[in-house]
């Protein structure tokens, strides 16, 4: 048997230590570890080492002195006491008085406001119109009239309608050379002076068709105003003598307009189609207004006449805004 195989069968190497007396020196020196780390501990704790006492005052004085605590700015002498009938002498006394006031006042204090109602009138855009005050009276569209309104079956097929046109527009956007872009004052000769021209419209690229939009609504919303300031100067008398020609040219651009821009629609012109629906809405309340104020007797016939050449330009555009784009 060689010296490995002896070895082995033992459990040890010869002339070494026992397996059995490897593990009794580890318990034994373990157990001296714990006697030495216990007596060490003991001897601390009996030193004081661990557990000393903090002074309080000196813990206190370190803290007022970075500034952790403050010291009262006006320190009271005595007692609250109740207001006299002079002055405070002093500002200790004061302090006093207020402190025997915040005593016996009460934590609630039901007080009686009497609201008053304001003298001054303010116009101007901030106060709205119709009693609908600030800023977002002027995004708000009136009723549209009864007698402006239009029925569903016209409105869908009137929809059906301009989409099929608009993608015959599309056909001859794509089929000519898009070089051209109008600014917006050659754009306002042309709606001054000219008629919608389909090959001048194909010939547009993105940014001058936003510009005829742009320019197309401008014009629409001046003749509104103008219509507004006619009537409040004419006492009801301008329905006979209504010119509808540049009305009814302005509608045409915007109808050409419209059968031309792009799809997706980008925020300015959502913006612009908007601004067209609250004009249009704008333009029927305002006629129906003027209608109903005007005498039969003086006019005869002109308020209807009026209504009946607006109500179908008017009622287009709108279905075009709403039922085409869903700008509502």
């Not at 020196?29 to 000393?52: H, K, L, Q």
């Not at 919303?221 to 009801?236: G, I, N």
């Not at 009814?248 to 821009?261: G, H, K, R, T």
Request: hydrophobic share 40%; net charge negative.
């Amino acid at each position: 048997m060689s010296i490995f195989q002896s070895a082995s069968s033992h459990g040890r190497l010869a002339g070494g230590p026992s397996r059995h007396q490897l593990q009794d020196e580890d318990i034994e020196g373990s157990e001296d570890d714990e006697v030495i780390c216990a007596e060490s501990f003991d001897d601390r704790i009996a030193r004081g080492e661990e557990y000393e006492e903090v002074d309080d005052e000196a813990e206190l004085q370190a803290d007022r002195d970075q500034q952790i605590l403050q010291e009262a700015c006006l320190p009271v002498s005595g007692a609250p006491m109740p207001p006299s009938e002079g002055p405070p002498k002093d500002a200790d006394e004061y302090l006093r008085q207020v402190q025997w006031e915040r005593l016996h006042c009460p934590e609630v204090v039901d007080v009686d406001v009497k609201e008053r109602k304001s003298k001054r009138k303010v116009d101007g855009p901030l106060s709205g119109k119709d009693g609908s005050g600030g800023l977002l009276a002027l995004f708000q569209a009136p009723e549209v009239p009864a007698r402006f309104r239009h029925a569903e079956a016209w409105a869908s097929d009137a929809a059906a309608s301009f989409r099929h046109l608009r993608a015959l527009c599309e056909l001859e956007r794509k089929s000519g050379k898009r070089a051209q872009s109008l600014s917006y004052e050659e754009w306002r000769r042309h709606v001054a002076k000219d008629r919608p021209d389909s090959q001048l419209l194909a010939a547009q690229d993105f940014v001058g068709i936003n510009h005829l939009v742009v320019v197309a609504i401008d014009k629409f919303e001046k003749d509104l105003e103008s219509f507004q300031c006619a009537t409040h100067e004419s006492d009801a008398g301008f329905l006979s003598g209504f010119q509808g020609e540049g009305v009814d040219s302005v509608s045409e651009w915007i109808f050409a307009a419209l059968a031309f821009v792009e799809e997706p629609l980008v925020d300015d012109i959502q913006y612009q189609l908007q601004r067209l629906r609250r004009v249009c809405c704008r333009f029927a309340a305002a006629v129906e207004g003027t209608a109903a104020k005007a005498d039969s007797d003086v006019e005869p016939g002109a308020a209807e006449a009026t209504c009946a050449f607006l109500h179908p330009r008017v009622a287009l555009l709108l279905v075009l805004v709403i039922e085409v784009f869903g700008q509502h």
